[in-house]
C-alpha cells in the first residue's frame, strides 16, 4: 500500500510518502501558502512525487492534519451563522451555566459573552417541545414549521451562511431538528446546517448548543477547503481517499468532516501525540511527554503506560469555548521558530505569542519580515546552518538576521550574542512552564519521563527545554538577569 502523510502548520508544509510493501519512505518540505493551504499541499505532493520517481497514480491514500477549523475558532474567522431553537431559550448560548472561569477576577475574558459564535439577532425561537412520561419521550408541543419558514426568509435577507438548529430535548427526540434540516435542505440548500443531536447527542443543552455552534461557524470554511483540495488533488492525478486526523487521534474520510469539521480542532497536533508515542515504543519508553514545536505554536501531550491523556468532558474546549466532543488531551502556547521577540509596553523582554508565520516570516527568511524572531536568533548564535537550510533547497540570509536581532539588542542595551541568547531562553522557559503545568501541576513527576521532540523545532530546543522543566530555579535566575537590563522607551 502507498501512503502519502500531510501535516500543515502556521509556517511549513510537510509531506511524507511511504510504501508499506517496501518499507521505502520519502519527506518533502516546503513553505505553507497561508491564503489556501491546499496549494501548498498539493504543490508538496507533486514535487515528492516528481523528485523522487512516484506515480500518483498509485498512491492508495492521502491523511492529512489540518487547522483550518481550528485558526477560523481561534481568530475568530467563520461563517455568519444563526441559530434556532426552543421557545424562550433565545439566550442560553449567552447565558452558559452562571460560572465563571475565573472566580475571582471582575476583567476575565468569558468567549462566549464577548464574542459569541452566533450574533444575538440571529438566534431566533419556535414553539416546540418534547417531554418524558413512563420513561418514554414524547412530543409535548408540536414543531412550527411556518415559523421556521419565516426565520429562513429572515435568514437568507440577512446574508447568513450557516444555520444552527438546536432543541432543549432533542438528545431524546431528535425528530423536530431533523424535520427543521429537512425544511432548509428543501428551501435553501446553499445554508451549511447542523443539528446539535447529530453533533452531540447528550444532554446538558449549553455545551450540546456550543459545540453545535462551533460547527456551524466553521463549517463552510472546513467544507470549502476539503473541496477546493479534492479537486485539486485529481487535478494533479492524485485519484485516491482523503482521510483527514480527528482531534481523538482516529481518522474520517472528506464526507464526514464536511458535515462534522469540529471533529478536527486538534487535527494536526493530535497526529504528533500519535507519532510521539509510536516513537517511544520502538525505543522502549512508554512514559512520554511530546513535545512538538513548529513555526507558530508548541503542542504538548502526555504518554503513560496505559496510552496518552484524553481531555474529560468538563476540561474539553477550544479558545475558550466549551465542546463536547472527544480530544486528546494537548496543551498549546504560542511559542515556536516564528515567535517574535519585543519589548512589551511595561519595559519587559518577552517572546510570543505573536507568531511571523510563513510570510512574510523570520527575517532571516528575505521576504520582507524584519522582526526579530526565535529562528533568527538560532541563526546568530550558529545553531542553523545557512547552507543546509531544508537541506539547501532554501536560501536564507544570516544578515537579516543579525539585524533584526541587533535592533533589539540596541533597544535592550544588550550585545548581539546576549540578546540572541535571551530569546532562546525566554521562549525555552515559557514551553518549560507549559510542560510543568502538564505533568507538575497534574501529579506527574517529569524526571520519570523521557521527552519526545517533534516538529521542525523540537529537536532544536528539546534539550534546554527538558532542563528548564526540572530545574526551574536556574532558568528563572537567567532570565532575571537579562530583564533586570536597562530598556530604553522606544518601541522597537
Same mark, same amino acid.
Given at each position: 500500500?502507498?501512503?502519502?502523510?500531510?501535516?500543515?502548520?502556521?509556517?511549513?508544509?510537510?509531506?511524507?510518502?511511504?510504501?508499506? #510493501?517496501?518499507?521505502?519512505?520519502?519527506?518533502?518540505?516546503?513553505?505553507?501558502?497561508?491564503?489556501?493551504?491546499?496549494?501548498?499541499?498539493?504543490?508538496?505532493?507533486? #514535487?515528492?512525487?516528481?523528485?523522487?520517481?512516484?506515480?500518483?497514480?498509485?498512491?492508495?491514500?492521502?491523511?492529512?492534519?489540518?487547522?483550518?477549523?481550528?485558526?477560523?475558532?481561534?481568530?475568530?474567522?467563520?461563517?455568519?451563522?444563526?441559530?434556532?431553537?426552543?421557545?424562550?431559550?433565545?439566550?442560553?448560548?449567552?447565558?452558559?451555566?452562571?460560572?465563571?472561569?475565573?472566580?475571582?477576577?471582575?476583567?476575565?475574558?468569558?468567549?462566549?459573552?464577548?464574542?459569541?459564535?452566533?450574533?444575538?439577532?440571529?438566534?431566533?425561537?419556535?414553539?416546540?417541545?418534547?417531554?418524558?412520561?413512563?420513561?418514554?419521550?414524547?412530543?409535548?408541543?408540536?414543531?412550527? #414549521?411556518?415559523?421556521?419558514?419565516?426565520?429562513?426568509?429572515?435568514?437568507?435577507?440577512?446574508?447568513?451562511?450557516?444555520?444552527?438548529?438546536?432543541?432543549?430535548?432533542?438528545?431524546?427526540?431528535? #425528530?423536530?431538528?431533523?424535520?427543521?434540516?429537512?425544511?432548509?435542505?428543501?428551501?435553501?440548500?446553499?445554508?451549511?446546517?447542523?443539528?446539535?443531536?447529530?453533533?452531540?447527542?447528550?444532554?446538558? @443543552?449549553?455545551?450540546?448548543?456550543?459545540?453545535?455552534?462551533?460547527?456551524?461557524?466553521?463549517?463552510?470554511?472546513?467544507?470549502?477547503?476539503?473541496?477546493?483540495?479534492?479537486?485539486?488533488?485529481?487535478?494533479?492525478?492524485?485519484?485516491?481517499?482523503?482521510?483527514?486526523?480527528?482531534?481523538?487521534?482516529?481518522?474520517?474520510?472528506?464526507?464526514?468532516?464536511?458535515?462534522?469539521?469540529?471533529?478536527?480542532?486538534?487535527?494536526?497536533?493530535?497526529?504528533g501525540v500519535l507519532g510521539g508515542q509510536w516513537a517511544g515504543k520502538l525505543s522502549n519508553h512508554e512514559r512520554l511527554i511530546t513535545?512538538?514545536?513548529?513555526?507558530?505554536?508548541?503542542?504538548?501531550?502526555?504518554?503513560? @503506560?496505559?496510552?496518552?491523556?484524553?481531555?474529560?468532558?468538563?476540561?474539553?474546549?477550544?479558545?475558550?469555548?466549551?465542546?463536547?466532543?472527544p480530544m486528546i488531551d494537548i496543551y498549546t502556547i504560542g511559542a515556536g521558530g516564528g515567535s517574535i521577540a519585543y519589548v512589551d509596553?511595561?519595559?519587559?523582554?518577552?517572546?510570543?505569542?505573536?507568531?511571523?508565520?510563513?510570510?512574510?516570516?523570520?527575517?532571516?527568511? +528575505?521576504?520582507?519580515?524584519?522582526?526579530?524572531?526565535?529562528?533568527?536568533?538560532?541563526?546568530?548564535?550558529?545553531?542553523?546552518?545557512?547552507?543546509?537550510?531544508?537541506?539547501?533547497?532554501?536560501?536564507?540570509?544570516?544578515?537579516?538576521?543579525?539585524?533584526?536581532?541587533?535592533?533589539?539588542?540596541?533597544?535592550? +542595551?544588550?550585545?548581539?550574542?546576549?540578546?540572541?541568547?535571551?530569546?532562546?531562553?525566554?521562549?525555552?522557559?515559557?514551553?518549560?512552564?507549559?510542560?510543568?503545568?502538564?505533568?507538575?501541576?497534574?501529579?506527574?513527576?517529569?524526571?520519570? *519521563?523521557?521527552?519526545?521532540?517533534?516538529?521542525?523545532?523540537?529537536?532544536?530546543?528539546?534539550?534546554?527545554?527538558?532542563?528548564?522543566?526540572?530545574?526551574?530555579?536556574?532558568? *528563572?535566575?537567567?532570565?532575571?538577569?537579562?530583564?533586570?537590563?536597562?530598556?530604553?522607551?522606544?518601541?522597537?
Amino acid at each position: 500500500m502507498k501512503l502519502i502523510g500531510v501535516d500543515i502548520g502556521g509556517t511549513f508544509t510537510d509531506v511524507i510518502y511511504t510504501d508499506t #510493501e517496501t518499507g521505502v519512505s520519502k519527506i518533502h518540505k516546503t513553505p505553507t501558502t497561508t491564503k489556501d493551504p491546499s496549494i501548498g499541499m498539493v504543490n508538496g505532493i507533486s #514535487e515528492l512525487c516528481s523528485r523522487y520517481g512516484i506515480d500518483r497514480g498509485s498512491v492508495d491514500h492521502v491523511f492529512h492534519g489540518t487547522t483550518i477549523a481550528t485558526n477560523a475558532a481561534l481568530e475568530h474567522k467563520g461563517a455568519k451563522t444563526g441559530l434556532i431553537t426552543t421557545e424562550g431559550y433565545r439566550d442560553l448560548l449567552q447565558i452558559g451555566r452562571h460560572q465563571r472561569p475565573e472566580n475571582y477576577s471582575i476583567t476575565q475574558d468569558i468567549p462566549w459573552q464577548d464574542r459569541s459564535m452566533v450574533a444575538r439577532r440571529y438566534r431566533k425561537t419556535v414553539s416546540e417541545r418534547v417531554a418524558v412520561r413512563d420513561g418514554k419521550p414524547y412530543e409535548k408541543v408540536p414543531l412550527d #414549521e411556518e415559523a421556521v419558514i419565516r426565520i429562513l426568509d429572515d435568514f437568507k435577507k440577512e446574508g447568513v451562511e450557516s444555520v444552527v438548529v438546536g432543541f432543549l430535548f432533542s438528545y431524546l427526540h431528535p #425528530e423536530h431538528e431533523e424535520r427543521v434540516k429537512e425544511i432548509i435542505q428543501e428551501k435553501y440548500p446553499n445554508f451549511y446546517s447542523t443539528t446539535s443531536a447529530e453533533i452531540s447527542p447528550q444532554f446538558r @443543552e449549553f455545551e450540546r448548543f456550543a459545540t453545535a455552534s462551533m460547527n456551524g461557524f466553521v463549517g463552510p470554511k472546513m467544507k470549502g477547503y476539503i473541496e477546493a483540495l479534492e479537486s485539486r488533488l485529481a487535478d494533479a492525478g492524485i485519484d485516491c481517499d482523503l482521510l483527514i486526523m480527528t482531534s481523538n487521534g482516529g481518522v474520517a474520510n472528506s464526507a464526514t468532516i464536511s458535515e462534522k469539521p469540529v471533529l478536527t480542532l486538534l487535527s494536526g497536533p493530535a497526529a504528533g501525540v500519535l507519532g510521539g508515542q509510536w516513537a517511544g515504543k520502538l525505543s522502549n519508553h512508554e512514559r512520554l511527554i511530546t513535545f512538538d514545536v513548529g513555526g507558530t505554536s508548541a503542542d504538548i501531550g502526555i504518554v503513560t @503506560e496505559r496510552g496518552f491523556s484524553e481531555s474529560s468532558a468538563g476540561d474539553t474546549e477550544i479558545a475558550g469555548y466549551p465542546l463536547q466532543v472527544p480530544m486528546i488531551d494537548i496543551y498549546t502556547i504560542g511559542a515556536g521558530g516564528g515567535s517574535i521577540a519585543y519589548v512589551d509596553a511595561g519595559g519587559a523582554f518577552q517572546v510570543g505569542p505573536q507568531s511571523a508565520g510563513s510570510y512574510p516570516g523570520p527575517a532571516c527568511y +528575505g521576504r520582507g519580515g524584519d522582526l526579530p524572531t526565535v529562528t533568527d536568533a538560532t541563526l546568530v548564535l550558529g545553531r542553523l546552518d545557512p547552507d543546509h537550510f531544508l537541506d539547501g533547497e532554501m536560501e536564507i540570509f544570516p544578515e537579516k538576521a543579525v539585524a533584526s536581532v541587533q535592533h533589539l539588542a540596541s533597544v535592550l +542595551g544588550l550585545g548581539l550574542y546576549e540578546t540572541a541568547e535571551g530569546i532562546l531562553t525566554i521562549v525555552n522557559n515559557n514551553m518549560a512552564n507549559a510542560i510543568r503545568s502538564r505533568t507538575i501541576q497534574k501529579g506527574f513527576d517529569p524526571r520519570e *519521563f523521557s521527552l519526545a521532540a517533534l516538529g521542525g523545532g523540537g529537536p532544536m530546543c528539546s534539550i534546554e527545554v527538558a532542563k528548564f522543566s526540572i530545574f526551574r530555579k536556574s532558568s *528563572f535566575r537567567r532570565i532575571r538577569e537579562l530583564r533586570q537590563q536597562p530598556v530604553c522607551s522606544r518601541p522597537i
